[in-house]
């Protein structure tokens, strides 16, 4: 069922026996969030159900959170879509962020003893959503990161669009993990992406828990920045 409000924002909802689950599809700026918000409370509030809301921002910047204490913030997620030329012109891409010992590879270089130690590994050293087995497809570009001859990382790329390949999964283990390394990862995928295809664009999502990765963004991201929304689930707090 498909509800519209005078100001032209436009939601759906599905109820379940014990949830509401409201999806907004209208794209909001901030100012308008706390105002839908609060009209969700008040409409569905008594129903004595679990009310999610899940609504899209196009504003991307650091103070983007609700002063409600009446919604609880279950998942963020920042999706963005760059020029992946003007990515590569970034003046922090161009430092050389990895030590002596770390080396970067195709994914197709993958040996069968890494295949192997990944096939153990999940849920062990990395979590299944990340698994880099698990896709039928991936795209030339998609990398490895070794320590020595340690497997310690991946960027697995998937073909999108004919103009757009999307960095789906970017892992670096946990002792190796530096924003430097994962850094480094992307570009040197972006340059490949350049150098062997014509596609001109990327996208990609960085979780609302990343702060490191989101403050480099908001500094930086802007000159290639295309495309942003920021995809929020809200909960009601009983």
């Given at each position: 069922m498909v509800y519209k409000q005078s100001v032209e924002q436009e939601w759906s909802i599905e109820e379940q026996?014990?949830?509401?689950?409201?999806?907004?599809s209208t794209k909001l700026h901030h100012t308008?969030?706390?105002e839908l918000l609060a009209h969700f409370a008040v409409e569905y509030g008594t129903c004595n159900k679990d009310i999610y809301v899940q609504v899209s921002e196009v504003e991307f910047?650091?103070?983007n959170d609700i002063s409600s204490d009446k919604w609880k913030k279950e998942i963020a997620q920042h999706v963005f879509i760059l020029d992946a030329l003007k990515v590569k012109e970034l003046p922090f891409f161009n430092r050389n962020h990895l030590k002596e010992g770390y080396t970067i590879h195709l994914i197709q270089e993958l040996t069968p003893q890494e295949i192997?130690?990944?096939?153990?590994?999940e849920n062990v050293w990395f979590p299944t959503r990340f698994h880099p087995l698990r896709y039928e497809t991936v795209a030339n570009n998609s990398l490895i990161l070794r320590h020595h001859k340690e497997l310690v990382g991946w960027c697995v790329v998937l073909p999108s669009t004919n103009q757009?390949?999307?960095?789906?999964?970017?892992?670096?283990?946990?002792?190796y993990q530096s924003l430097g390394r994962s850094l480094s990862l992307f570009w040197?995928?972006?340059?490949?992406?350049?150098?062997?295809?014509?596609?001109?664009?990327?996208?990609?999502?960085?979780?609302?828990?990343?702060?490191?990765?989101?403050?480099?963004?908001?500094?930086?991201?802007?000159?290639?920045?295309?495309?942003?929304?920021?995809?929020t689930?809200?909960?009601l707090m009983d």
């Open positions: 026996e014990k949830s509401l689950n409201i999806v907004v308008q969030l706390e910047n650091e103070n192997d130690i990944i096939e153990k590994g757009l390949l999307m960095y789906d999964n970017l892992f670096v283990k946990e002792r040197h995928a972006i340059l490949l992406q350049l150098e062997q295809t014509p596609m001109k664009y990327l996208t990609f999502v960085v979780d609302g828990e990343n702060e490191k990765m989101l403050k480099v963004l908001r500094n930086k991201v802007h000159v290639p920045l295309i495309d942003y929304q920021k995809v689930v809200f909960k």
